[in-house]
């Protein structure tokens, strides 16, 4: 499968952890999305990268959040002193030429 | 404020009949308007896009409707299938610099399709 993949699928944490979530991108798309979703919406988007540098952030992503993407591959999103708040799905998606965005399964944080 | 509103929220229609769904947007910026399909645990997938310099596009089943004076866009599916069932999403973007198009998305609209 050479789609985005993500990981975990689901985490269950108790509010006030950290919990880091990892996006794997399509390999030759070198532009990465991330996007929250909560129940009954449509995606909000967090942040942005072309390669390593994250060069655009969203209001959204307050300062318990930070994403690197290290070597302009894979890139991960941290949450930390989790509030259940923060329970939602969170999304990935790159993007070819053609800024087309291909989403990859998400992973649905729960915070108890 | 909400920059692309969708409508209707649910959406019911018997097998074989013509799914419409509408949404409109607020941002004359936006020039890239996508339509999602997402099911139940999965990520949206891309059904069909257009872009505001053509009114219509069809691809299968699947066709935009794109007013750009109403700043209105649809989708309609024609011959809609139980497996068509699932939660439809409409987007918009723009260029927000540094090679960022961040899609802007609707509230969803649940459609589910009755034998």
């Known amino acids: 499968d050479t789609g985005v993949s993500q990981d975990p699928r689901h985490k269950i944490t108790k509010r006030g952890q950290n919990v880091t979530f990892r996006c794997d991108p399509i390999?030759?798309?070198?532009?990465l999305y991330w996007y929250r979703q909560t129940l009954g919406q449509g995606p909000e988007f967090l942040t942005y990268?072309?390669?390593?540098?994250?060069?655009?952030k969203s209001r959204l992503l307050s300062d318990r959040f930070s994403a690197e993407r290290p070597k302009g591959s894979f890139s991960t999103l941290e949450i930390q002193r989790t509030e259940q708040g923060d329970s939602a799905m969170y999304l990935c998606?790159?993007?070819?030429?053609?800024?087309?965005?291909?989403f990859g399964p998400g992973t649905r944080l729960t915070v108890l | 404020q909400q920059q692309v509103k969708q409508s209707p929220q649910s959406l019911i229609v018997q097998k074989g009949g013509i799914s419409i769904i509408n949404c409109a947007y607020e941002n004359t910026a936006f020039d890239y308007f996508p339509w999602y399909q997402q099911f139940p645990g999965k990520g949206p997938a891309l059904l069909i896009a257009?872009?505001?310099?053509?009114s219509e596009k069809k691809e299968g089943r699947f066709t935009i409707s794109f007013n750009k004076s109403a700043k209105q866009f649809s989708l309609h599916i024609m011959d809609s299938q139980p497996g068509d069932s699932a939660t439809y999403f409409c987007a918009a973007s723009k260029y927000s610099g540094a090679g960022s198009y961040q899609l802007t998305f609707g509230k969803g609209t649940k459609l589910s399709v009755i034998p």
């Open positions: 257009i872009r505001p310099d053509v």
């Open positions: 390999s030759e798309h070198n532009r």
């Open positions: 990268f072309q390669n390593e540098a994250q060069l655009e």
């Open positions: 998606a790159s993007t070819d030429r053609e800024n087309t965005q291909y």
